[in-house]
């Protein structure tokens, strides 16, 4: 094969079930592709849902699979999954042997019967395989290039440097979501990660645009079903979007942010039911400024607990906070934030972790810190409100305050980040969308 220099302005685009779901939207993802032949990796998800109560393709194989462990038949499951792909290929008249590619995979399930990593990615294989014939694409397996260690994380040298050879293809469909252990068999990433695949590919080939087309208009300054109508963030830093995804933001994976942001490579979250839009760009520390006010975006999660741990001179005695969080590891639970006073520490902790845990924890810490007194406060929701331009704007603060004060919201903790990015907002559950709205309003409206 001729060796292949990937060229400078390489765009990876990844598309997502929504994107895949029906032949309609098969037909959007192809004249997207089309209208850009920079976009040279296509890497794509398994069908998803096509009406809210459909099934997830990812879902039913996962089903497939837990019949195949018990030894039980499951072919009437398996024939949904045949019937999305048949539907699919029906309506863009594919030329390709569909049927035995299914064969294939329901055998395969079957033969693997432990393996619900293996069972899984046949919806991404199946929908890569489909769009290679369909465009006349090449079609470049993810098990021959993303590798894992047998511990299951990430080789990243084996996989950049198969990304990196001269062998790759220039132009191809890759399928998302898995890749392959040292032995062959199919590993996958956790829910949701083709994003992740996507990241690693644009890394990989040294993409100048990591493109995720979805079915959103891109990430919103605030959650749509608590604020009507939030305007899109049109440019947003990895950085802040750690802290919004922290937070409760939902766009794009987790993990996927890392391989681009060390590259520093920009993501465009995109709307494949849009394509005109420009979406949001994800980009380093060092863009400029956008949308006019110091806020980038608004998010948030409810049911916290506050442990109020109370000593005084706690500050003068050596090994508190050690003990503190060591009891709380001792415990498995993992904290959020300990904002502190100058006798007090508190400890911001969601409410899952505690279940079933708070009396034992409780007893745990009044052994080891003999305090003065520990307070549960439960039923907080924490807003984080976060902007990178916040840090050079005198008043943020002042006008955050009166917003939630104007909107009698009661504040019941206060934590701003050391990183100045954010400033993180306590109150009750119950004010949680009421306070949402008045800081929207106050910032972004
Ligand atoms: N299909 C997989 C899932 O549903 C992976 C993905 O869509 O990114 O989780």
């Not at 863009?287 to 109020?308: M, S, Y």
Request: charged share 20%; proline share 5%; with cysteine.
């Amino acid at each position: 094969m001729a060796s292949t220099i990937v060229p400078a302005g390489t765009v990876v685009a990844k598309f997502g079930g929504s994107s895949v779901a029906t032949a309609d939207q098969v037909s959007k993802l192809g004249a997207i592709m089309r209208a850009n032949a920079r976009r040279a990796y296509l890497i794509v998800s398994a069908p998803g849902k096509r009406t809210r109560d459909d099934h997830k393709v990812t879902d039913l194989l996962y089903l497939c699979q837990a019949h195949a462990r018990e030894s039980i038949q499951f072919d009437h499951v398996f024939r949904l999954v045949r019937d999305r792909f048949r539907e699919i290929v029906s309506g863009l008249r594919v030329g390709i042997d569909l049927e035995v590619l299914l064969d294939d995979a329901e055998r395969g399930i079957i033969d693997r019967p432990q393996s619900p990593d293996f069972a899984a990615s046949r919806g991404e294989f199946l929908m890569a395989r489909i769009l290679a014939a369909h465009f006349h694409w090449t079609f470049l397996d993810a098990s021959s290039i993303i590798c894992f260690q047998d511990d299951g994380r990430l080789d990243s040298e084996r996989t950049y440097r198969a990304l990196g050879s001269p062998e790759l293809p220039a132009t191809a469909v890759i399928p998302g979501f898995y890749g392959a252990l040292p032995d062959g068999s199919i590993k996958t990433f956790s829910r949701g990660g083709s994003d992740i695949t996507g990241a690693i590919v644009a890394r990989g080939v040294h993409a100048a645009l990591y493109e995720n087309w979805t079915d959103v208009p891109g990430l919103l300054m605030a959650d749509p079903s608590i604020v009507e109508n939030p305007r899109p963030i049109a440019r947003v830093t990895y950085g802040e979007l750690r802290e919004l995804a922290y937070s409760g933001a939902t766009v794009l994976h987790d993990e996927a942010i890392f391989p681009v942001r060390e590259a520093r490579i920009p993501v465009n979250i995109r709307n494949t039911n849009d394509p005109d839009a420009p979406g949001t760009l994800i980009v380093a520390e060092t863009e400029p400024a956008g949308n006019g006010t110091p806020i980038t975006g608004i998010a948030g999660r409810r049911d916290f607990t506050v442990l109020e741990i109370r000593k005084a001179l706690m500050n003068n005695e050596l090994g508190f906070g050690q003990r503190v969080l060591s009891t709380l590891a001792a415990h498995g639970i993992c904290y959020e934030h300990t904002p502190t006073g100058i006798d007090t520490m508190s400890l911001v902790i969601s409410a899952r972790q505690m279940e079933g845990k708070l009396p034992a924890v409780v007893d745990a810490l009044q052994q080891a810190c003999r305090p003065d007194s520990i307070n549960i406060l439960p039923d907080l929701a924490l807003i984080a409100v976060v902007g990178r331009r916040m840090r050079d704007t005198p008043g943020i603060a002042g006008r955050l305050f009166g917003a939630l004060g104007d909107a009698k919201v009661n504040i019941r903790m206060i934590d701003q980040g050391a990183s100045e990015t954010t400033i993180i907002i306590g109150v009750e559950n119950a004010d949680y969308h009421v306070a949402t709205r008045a800081i929207y309003q106050a910032f972004c409206a």
